[in-house]
């Protein structure tokens, strides 16, 4: 379902008191989608603050400790739908300190609303999230102008915004049909349910009306990829009704796969045909993406879990040693020689840690070269080897396929969300310098 027609899967970004919790918290309130004693609850917290008004962002800020600082610190996962779309919803944190909490909640988004407040314009945590939304790939982008009712000459004001932004995405990589820009008041509902008048100087659709007519896109700025099938588990019942029974459960990747398809094996490279596709609810003839099924195959092929089952057309050649681009998410800097543990779909190895590249100045569009270290929420350039070779496309060709995570090998803790290649390459950033 993850990549079914009528779900696109969305997420919010944009630095602190921008207002993000507020926008979520008015689109599940305009789509209907809280319940009655949720609504009370809220204005039973709202009237002790001392607000004449429900507070909405209370709605999304369900710690503990946001609803006191009145911020946003976890990825909040919402749910709501309209009669043209079902819509999940991932509200990430905006300050510094939680950009991977950012880069978590953005990682499987179709599309992020990224906004701005009005009085402040582009500011320094704009620009690291847009950086980070190009980075991982993300097909389309909303630019929310926030709090526009609260600034005075909202035209001259909003058109100055849309500019600067413009200037910045287009250098991130972006078109100008991938990015769109929408003044809005969460507070008060202007343009995002339904078009306001009190914007007469924007023509274009509400916010809701945008995210029910935008194409809903899986992959950015590339062609759809072949089947991507990373084996979970191996089925063998081996009882008195299926004595033979050989069958690969995982969840499709990327791509489809049909009964008759030829396929590959990797890392090995064995080739054999899909003779049966079964699932809890019976046999399928085809499978797409995001479909978790068991394949039967025409041979009896040696595959174990972490294998991958690809298309023939495009199989990806396995690799053991690589340039990636991480997102260190650990306390505890990374610097050369680090051994970790790297899970790519479901094959976890040993890995050692080359070279550091670059490290990537987001505010400058830069990359400073040779960084002693990354830092918790740095975004580098780094080298790897494996232990064990995996099947892996570029990031620049597949999200699913091309993404990994590293782990610490002693306590299992997540270390850096990483992309296979130079996802910095076609930012068309400025020349390198020294860290």
Known sequence: MKHAPDLLRIATAGSVDDGKSTLVGRLLYDTKSVLADQIDAVTKASVDRGLDSPDLSLLVDGLRAEREQGITIDVAYRYFATPARSFVLADTPGHVQYTRNTVSGASTAQLVILLVDARNGVVSQTRRHAAVMALLGVPQLVLAVNK?????????????????FGELTRS???????????????????????????????????LIEHLESVPNVTEHNHAPLGLRFPVQYVIRPRTAE???????AGQVAAGSVAVGDEITVLPSGTRSRITQIDTADGQLASAHAGRSVTLLLEDDVDISRGDVIAAVADAPEPIQQFTATVCWLADKPLRPGARVLLKHGTKTTQAIIGALDALFDEQNLALLEGPEALELNHIGLISVQTAEPIAADDYAISRESGSFLLIDPQGGNTLAAGLVGDALAPLHLAQAQPA
């Open 148 to 164: 526009i009712d609260a600034v005075d000459d909202a035209a001259a004001k909003y058109a100055e915004i849309v500019a600067e």
């Open 172 to 206: 991130l990589g972006w078109t100008d049909d991938e990015v769109t820009t929408i003044p809005v008041s969460a507070l008060r509902g202007d343009n995002v349910a339904s078009r306001s008048d009190n914007t007469p100087y924007y023509t274009g659709p509400s």
């Open 242 to 248: 299926f004595p033979d029974y050989r069958g690969y």
